[in-house]
Structure formats: C-alpha cells, structure tokens
C-alpha cells in the first residue's frame, strides 16, 4: 500500500490495511463476506475501499461491513472502475 498519498495528500496520522489472507502484510485479516468482529466497528474516521467490491459474493454485507466500520460522522469511499456504459477506465467515486 502506499502510504505516502494519503499521509501526505490527504493528512492521514494513522493507516490500517484490511486484506484477507495475511500475504501482503495487512494488519486485518478478514473476509468481507463475513460480518467484521466488535472490535472493528465504529473504529475508524473514513473507510477507503479501492476496488475490493466486485470481487465479493455476499456484496450487502461486504457494503454494511464498511459502514459499520466507520465512526459516526465518518466516511466511506468505495472507488471501483464502471464498465457497463463508460468503459473500463472509468472511475465511479462515492462517499
């Protein structure tokens, strides 16, 4: 992950990575067809999901799983690229 954008660019003090095999080095280990545990609920300020989405079976609570996430008051980004009607190469920003 790279962390220099969002320390940088967006002013982030604190960045947790979330994958779900321990591969790469995420500190959360999950599987986002399954609901995540208490101790990850309301625990962060904003959510960031990069493109994770189409590859997950159970989608609602994959979405949940995000809001649920977030503090109250915080935000969800999901960006994921659009290829029904403007080509793969577009990106739909939602927050």
């Known amino acids: 992950m790279r962390s220099r954008f969002w320390r940088e660019c967006i002013g982030a003090e604190t960045i ?4 779900f095999s321990p591969y790469e080095g995420a500190m959360h280990i999950q599987v ?6 208490d101790k ?8 960031i999901d990069g ?9 609602p609570v994959a979405v949940s799983n995000l809001m649920r996430m977030a503090k109250v008051g915080g935000r969800v980004f999901m960006v994921d690229t659009c290829e029904q009607l403007s080509g793969p190469w577009v990106l739909s920003i939602q927050s």
Do not use: C, K, Q
């Open 32 to 37: 986002m067809n399954e609901p995540v545990p």
């Open 16 to 19: 947790e990575a979330m994958d």
């Open 51 to 59: 493109g994770s989405l189409e590859h997950i079976f159970n989608f």
């Open 40 to 47: 990850l609920v309301e625990r962060f300020d904003a959510v």
